[in-house]
């Protein structure tokens, strides 16, 4: 009797199932780099469901709030670039 000479198809690879608690689906858009969605599923976390994720999301809330130092010098460099344009256009 001959043999045949079948390959196994190859499974279809399937997506890992979506985290169900808000807790993992923020670390999840973390990974991801989607810093805002992160926070909006952090901040849902931290209101609702177990005492540990609770102090878990807001210790993610706390470590991924934006810089207040950086966004005051960013606003502060600004202001000085419009009002040196601002002389050197009256000035002419």
Known sequence: MARKNKQAAPAPQ???????????????ALEAGNVRRARQ???EA???GPQ???REAQA????TEP??????TA?????????AAWLALRAH
């Open 60 to 63: 993610l809330l706390a470590r």
């Open 41 to 43: 599923l952090l901040s």
């Open 14 to 28: 399937r997506e890992p199932p979506a985290p169900a608690s808000p807790l993992a689906r923020a670390r999840q």
């Open 67 to 72: 810089d207040r130092v950086a966004l005051l």
């Open 52 to 54: 540990a994720e609770r």
């Open 75 to 83: 606003a502060a460099i600004l202001i000085v670039i419009i009002v």
């Open 46 to 48: 931290a209101a609702s």
